[in-house]
RNA sequence: GGGGGCUUAGCUCAGCUGGUUCAGAGCAUCUGCCUUACAAGCAGAGGGUCACUGGUUCGAACCCAGUAGCCCCCA
């Protein structure tokens, strides 16, 4: 059979994916094996896989197949996540394709076309992934907003709020006028900007004319926001500032409303900062909002959902804030009241998904109390630390203890249709109880447990009466209810967040009634792989909800990935158009490659800087290793008798040779396995294969072009190349399996993909190879001189250790072309020498031999050695060093002298030989 | 403004608890080869004051301090 030059991966990839699926060797079923578990970080469902997927998935399928091969019981949990304002956002712009506006249509008519949405688009991902070569039990494939996962969102919520730790609360939230929704804080992107600062006078009123004798008219207060002008409630200067103590507790004149407010004094007023006059909005900022509790000032939202001014304004009614603000500083401005305006860089607030800016407003939503689930829940925290959860790379320990340090609380009410509904029940008063059915709150009600509606939530009521009315469901259940009430359900749905923080166990049920044999198999999970980005987001809330559901870690180790870049630094996106389609390169390079290029250069938690050539290296690399199987398959066999004692014996050495390589290779591949360092086991693979396996090994049991292969050399090549690629399967999947089955013909023991891992074992003999030292000698000469491999050389070896070359003799004699070895013959008289280690090597060499540049050489390395040996001479006759260094330390020195003596010596003969 | 991290060959990065036969890898570069497994290849080579300054030490890429530059997170 004549096998082409090239690895074709397309033709096998998709083969051997349906045999593994076909063969269920993804499933996990659980048993008396040691289980490995790894839940996928679910993606969006409707989301297409971008490169930083295929870095994440690669990393998670290696660990698991390498897992599977150990034979412990792989299960890698597949999934997608609703992701709630990211779907929405997409199914309200379809539908606005359509000529649909949300606000025409229900809830459940919402809800209808965005299912239908999510089961047209959703889990392309995960197609995708397959491509990959992803071995997750599909069969487990769940989705967050399914029925089970939504329930336990829902019993977890309820549960959480009798317990105290989720609470309905009227606190200054972020808005995010294009999504319509609240977000919490870590939804917000805050983004440098360049931005206007305006000087506004607020004039004084007739009273405070008068304390100062009308000598001065009004004051300037700077800022970034105009447009809220109109929610102003106060003017607040550090009561340290003397430009203004005269003027505490004086009136100023709000601008365009003509409000009459206070100005109060604070410490936390920046003297520095503008004018040092801050004008106070509580409905519009954290601080104000702060500053107004603690003075009782008014609070004026001036905003509406929209980002529009509200009526409550009293002016610019119904304008957009933006052009509302470029409107009043015309204004103002022709009203002379902007004396200056100064351009500063500040930080301006965005929208994760949506990127609009996020406006601060004052509402009731629902919270999860994070101070107290903290105290409640150390371990959050300390097991980090300690390492019970060991993060990779452990610098993001201190991201995370930071950041739980200083938490506050979580938001976790969106004010969206996609997503569990929060089981919140209301009369027509606003008193409200939490329940999972509308019966059971009804039954809350007539029990009286429900609480009493919170001061500020009359948006809130508002809005459910305007949209919930007309799709409330009663429940028909057997009558019992006391309709006496109408209660509506809360229209918010949670956080999705909220539903990912349970995953890791809601994929086993571990929050379901019933059977949970699965659960207890499987959890807690053994690696989780993610990026840094959703650290807290996803993983710290992850361990929260592990402690606080069943006083369990989620998993045991945290893999961070890097962040995809292009090779200029730059984050991939759409809009860059810098981010390459994996499915394309895919289909071009192969899964395997594609697998290669992303693991070679991203160590855990550095960013990874995508080149293509890197992809190609691994395209590259399947092709060496299709090569050293067409080599191994092309021979022709004989009986070991038809060839002779010395061949057989090279190829034996060669044997030894290479086993000992390989598992000193195993013990670090294994060792880089426990510190997370995969692209540094790819590495070593990577070197075992090309260099050790390919360019020695096979070069070294290679016969003669023509001549055929004794049968135990075959037999130990292929077991070698078996090895290689068993070593290689959990990163090369395909290329490792295709090849396996060709080479026992299609009939191996066991597929790959369950073949066994190898071991650590330092029981290993080592082989003393220095004789090949010579090889490269001889091949730097060649290329030195310019001479074809083709001219066979005679060498001479001045040793006391003969065996040791003779031993490789035939392989000297095939790799180096060369033709004798004489040993501790004299020297001739025109030769090259060399040192190996002490013992000289001379090789005859008639023709225009450079004696002086030889010499140069020689010499060089006299005064290199001669100064080395100084320096080991200065350590050893120093007392100090001798008093302080460990014993080992020294005994490597003093060996080093020796070494170097005898080395000093032989050059001093060479050279003196030569001047003869 | 607060916190964390980084700076080692042209590029991307390894260098564990300080001991110069440890300054290393891959890629890139250069030289010579189409040697019937592979030019997606073979053989060989050249590249670094380990950011800078000072300190600790018998000894510093590694520990400490300061300086400069870059990055990330948080407010």
Not at 25 to 53: A, C, K, Q
Not at 392 to 416: M, T
Not at 420 to 430: M, N, T, V
Not at 800 to 810: G, L, R, S, V
Request: with cysteine; aromatic share 10%.
């Amino acid at each position: 059979m004549e096998l082409d030059k090239h690895y074709s991966p397309q033709q096998v990839e998709d083969k051997w994916y349906s045999y593994w699926m076909d063969n269920g060797f993804f499933d996990s079923t659980p048993d008396e094996r040691e289980p490995y578990t790894i839940v996928m970080p679910p993606p969006n469902v409707t989301g297409v896989l971008h490169m930083g997927h295929m870095l994440n998935n690669t990393i998670q399928d290696v660990l698991i197949r390498k897992a599977r091969m150990e034979g412990k019981n792989a299960c890698w949990v597949p999934g997608t996540d609703h992701a709630s304002i990211a779907t929405e956002a997409k199914v309200v712009k379809m539908l606005a394709e359509k000529g649909i506006k949300k606000s025409d249509i229900t809830r459940e008519e919402f809800l209808g076309y965005a299912w239908e949405w999510k089961n047209k688009y959703g889990g392309i991902i995960l197609e995708q992934l397959k491509k990959l070569g992803a071995s997750c039990d599909w069969k487990r494939t769940r989705f967050t907003m399914e029925e089970d996962l939504s329930n336990a969102v829902i019993d977890v919520f309820i549960k959480m709020y009798k317990d105290g730790l989720i609470y309905r609360g009227t606190k200054i939230v972020n808005w995010d006028p294009a999504g319509k929704t609240t977000l919490s804080d870590e939804e917000v992107i805050y983004k440098e900007n360049n931005s206007n600062l305006y000087y506004v006078t607020y004039l004084f009123t007739e009273q405070t004319k008068k304390t100062f004798n009308n000598e001065i008219g009004g004051l300037q207060v700077a800022t970034t926001r105009p447009e809220t002008i109109m929610g102003d409630v106060a003017i607040c200067v550090n009561p340290n500032d003397e430009r203004y103590k005269e003027l505490i507790g004086k009136t100023v004149i709000v601008p365009v409303v003509n409000r009459v407010v206070k100005v109060i004094a604070d410490e936390y007023i920046d003297i520095e900062f503008g004018t040092g006059c801050l004008k106070v909005t509580p409905a519009h900022d954290e601080n104000d909002y702060k500053i107004g509790e603690k003075y009782n000032l008014e609070i004026i939202d001036v905003l509406d959902d929209d980002g529009k001014i509200h009526e409550r304004a009293g002016a610019y009614v119904g304008m957009d804030r933006f052009a509302c603000r470029k409107q009043i500083v015309k204004d103002l401005e022709e009203q002379g009241l902007i004396t200056k305006t100064e351009q500063i860089k500040n930080t301006v607030g965005h929208s994760e998904r949506t990127d609009a800016v996020i406006e601060k407003k004052i509402s009731t939503q629902w919270f999860v109390n994070m101070q107290d689930y903290m105290k409640r829940y150390p371990q959050v925290l300390s097991d980090v630390m300690n390492d019970e959860i060991s993060f990779h790379p452990s610098k993001f320990k201190n991201v995370y203890k930071h950041w739980l340090d200083n938490i506050k609380d979580w938001n976790i009410s969106r004010q969206l249709w996609w997503g569990q509904r929060i089981p919140a029940w209301y009369d027509e008063k606003g008193n409200y109880v939490v329940a999972k059915t509308e019966a059971e709150a009804h039954a809350l009600f007539n029990n009286n447990a429900y609480k009493a509606p919170l001061a500020d939530n009359s948006n809130l009521i508002e809005r459910h009466t305007n949209q919930d009315t007309q799709n409330v469901q009663h429940s028909t259940d057997e009558g019992h209810i006391n309709t006496l009430r109408n209660l509506t359900q809360d229209a918010d749905v949670l956080d999705t967040w909220f539903s990912s923080w349970l995953w890791p166990i809601s994929v086993f049920d571990g929050l379901k009634e019933g059977d949970k044999k699965d659960y207890q198999y499987y959890y807690p999970t053994n690696d989780l792989v993610t990026g840094p980005d959703i650290i807290f987001f996803w993983v710290a809330r992850m361990v929260m909800a592990g402690y606080a559901l069943n006083g369990q870690k989620p998993f045991s180790n945290v893999y961070f990935t890097g962040i995809v870049r292009d090779k200029l630094r730059r984050k991939m996106s759409k809009s860059l158009g810098n981010s390459p389609e994996p499915m394309d390169l895919i289909a071009k390079f192969g899964a395997d490659g594609v697998r290669m290029g992303m693991l070679l250069s991203s160590p855990a938690g550095n960013d990874i800087l995508f080149d293509e050539t890197n992809v190609e290296q691994g395209r590259n690399f399947c092709n060496k290793i299709w090569n050293a199987y067409r080599l191994i398959a092309g021979w022709q066999i004989v009986k070991d008798e038809a060839v002779s004692a010395d061949i057989i014996a090279s190829n034996a050495l060669a044997n030894q040779w290479f086993e000992m390589k390989y598992q000193t290779a195993v013990n670090d591949i294994l060792q880089a396995f426990e510190d997370y360092k995969l692209s540094e086991a790819l590495m070593t693979i990577y070197k075992l294969i090309w260099d050790d396996f390919c360019s020695w090994y096979l070069e070294m049991v290679k016969p003669v072009y023509g001549e055929p292969i004794n049968e135990s050399t075959l037999t130990q090549a292929k077991n070698n190349l078996e090895k290689v690629l068993t070593l290689l399967h959990p990163f090369m999947p395909f290329i490792t399996e295709e090849l396996y089955h060709v080479l026992y013909e299609g009939q191996p023991t066991k597929p790959m993909i369950v073949n066994a891992y190898p071991k650590m074992d330092n029981s290993i003999a080592s082989i003393d190879d220095r004789a090949l030292q010579i090889i490269t000698e001889i091949r730097n000469i060649r290329n030195n001189k310019g001479l074809s491999p083709k001219v066979a050389f005679e060498v001479i070896i001045k040793t006391e250790q003969e065996a040791i070359y003779k031993a490789w003799e035939t392989t000297i004699g095939k790799l180096a072309n060369v033709s004798a070895i004489l040993y501790n013959a004299a020297k001739p008289e025109k030769c090259l020498t060399t040192l190996i280690g002490t013992d000289e090597i001379f090789i005859p060499f008639a023709e225009a031999i450079d004696e002086a540049a030889e010499m140069k050489k020689m010499q060089e390395e006299l005064t290199y050695l001669e100064g080395f040996l100084k320096s080991v001479d200065a350590k050893l006759n120093n007392d100090r060093f001798v008093s302080n260094a460990k014993p080992d330390v020294i005994e490597k020195e003093k060996q080093k002298r020796a070494d170097a003596l005898e080395k000093i010596e032989k050059l001093k003969h060479s050279l003196t030989q030569n001047n003869n």
